[in-house]
């Protein structure tokens, strides 16, 4: 469960490229809540930029390719990666200012502790991939309101939802939510690439998968312990290959990998694989009882509610009348036109595709 310093003379540059197109139409908002409110249309490239960062650890983004002909699946589908990743970028910046309005009429605003912990994100975040962010016509103006705009949505967020909050969701409430959308499991992984980083042949990949189905073959017998092998794999795991034990996730179950471990009984084993990645699984025993909950409660919290509440801070936004968005903005800065190739991508270990 789990992308999270230039001169002003730059940044100011950045926002003219951004305003002189179109036919002089101003491109350098994407939102306005109100007469003094505006979502920067930085925001709207910055999350895009979030997305292909994804889509690059997922396996799923060529950085050597343009994104135009690529593709990311969601839910199990096949989908144009410009396309999605426009979409999600819209998404965030009507969600931004839903949360704006909300914030208004809750009487909520960011203290000054929470925004020194912005700027201090803001400044990490723009140092790594600052020439990327230049590239794409970022200003570290807006990497900011990307910030604020995270801590203030957690802020509402748990002002709703949280314990104290206007709708808090109980302790039963989230137990069911894990027996119904979580799995415990020992796995051990190989993305198709050797240690040296090139991609394995099909007569390497052929092997390894071999290598795998005897891994699996000898734990059902009980010739080896799985959770020895997935502990040896963890110490030795590399940016293309892991393993671990007692892993509690949540799986999408309408997908087939989701319903191929959810479907699974305790000690089972299945793989899951894809053009990029090899997966062995056993189920493990996952605490139903909610132990751990308390120290896991805001992650799950989120895991549960957290896309119902975006959705409803975009219907918030769209239904107000004084809140305005700029679709020839969103046209002109599509992701089809930037180029995120050099984003830094974070290689301290595997990750789960």
């Known amino acids: 469960m789990k992308f999270i310093k230039k001169a002003a003379a730059v940044i100011a540059a950045t926002s003219v490229a951004l305003s002189l197109s179109a036919c002089g139409a101003d491109l350098s908002w994407a939102a306005k809540v109100g007469k003094d409110s505006t979502v920067p249309i930085g925001l709207y490239i910055y999350n895009q930029a979030v997305s292909y960062r994804t889509g690059?650890?997922?396996?799923?983004?060529?950085?050597?390719?343009?994104?135009?002909?690529?593709?990311?699946?969601?839910?199990?589908?096949?989908?144009?990666a410009v396309k999605h990743f426009d979409s999600e970028a819209i998404k965030a910046v009507k969600s931004c200012a839903g949360a704006r309005v909300l914030a208004t009429e809750m009487n909520i605003e960011l203290t000054a502790d929470e925004l020194e912990s912005v700027a201090q994100n803001t400044d990490s975040a723009y140092e790594t991939d600052k020439d990327v962010f230049e590239k794409n016509g970022v200003a570290k103006s807006s990497v900011e309101e990307y910030y604020k705009d995270m801590?203030?949505?957690?802020?509402?967020?748990?002002?709703?939802?949280?314990?104290?909050?206007?709708?808090?969701?109980s302790d039963k409430e989230l137990k069911q939510y894990i027996k119904e959308n979580f799995a415990t499991i020992n796995f051990i992984q190989q993305y198709y690439y050797n240690d040296d980083g090139?991609?394995?042949?099909?007569?390497?990949?052929?092997?390894?998968?071999?290598?795998?189905?005897?891994?699996?073959?000898?734990?059902?017998?009980?010739?080896?312990?799985?959770?020895?092998?997935?502990?040896?794999?963890?110490?030795?795991?590399?940016?293309?290959?892991?393993?671990?034990?007692?892993?509690?996730?949540?799986?999408?179950?309408?997908?087939?990998?989701?319903?191929?471990?959810?479907?699974?009984?305790?000690?089972?084993?299945?793989?899951?694989?894809?053009?990029?990645?090899?997966?062995?699984?056993q189920k493990a025993k996952i605490d139903y009882n909610g132990a751990g909950l308390k120290d896991s409660r805001d992650t799950l919290l989120i895991e549960y509610k957290y896309e119902e509440f975006v959705k409803n801070l975009i219907a918030k936004a769209e239904s107000d009348k004084n809140v305005s968005f700029n679709q020839a903005a969103f046209d002109k800065f599509s992701s089809a036109t930037r180029d995120f190739s050099a984003i830094n991508i974070p290689t301290n270990g595997y990750s789960y595709y």
């Open 56 to 80: 690059v650890q997922n396996g799923q983004i060529d950085t050597t390719k343009g994104l135009e002909g690529q593709t990311v699946n969601v839910s199990d589908s096949d989908t144009s």
């Open 198 to 281: 090139t991609e394995m042949s099909d007569a390497e990949k052929a092997k390894l998968k071999k290598q795998y189905e005897k891994i699996k073959s000898q734990s059902e017998s009980g010739k080896i312990k799985f959770t020895d092998k997935c502990k040896e794999f963890e110490k030795n795991a590399t940016s293309y290959k892991g393993g671990s034990t007692n892993y509690t996730m949540m799986w999408d179950i309408s997908s087939e990998d989701g319903k191929k471990v959810m479907s699974l009984k305790e000690g089972e084993f299945t793989f899951l694989e894809t053009d990029t990645v090899i997966i062995l699984i």
């Open 151 to 169: 801590t203030l949505k957690n802020k509402l967020f748990n002002a709703i939802y949280g314990k104290d909050g206007t709708e808090p969701v």
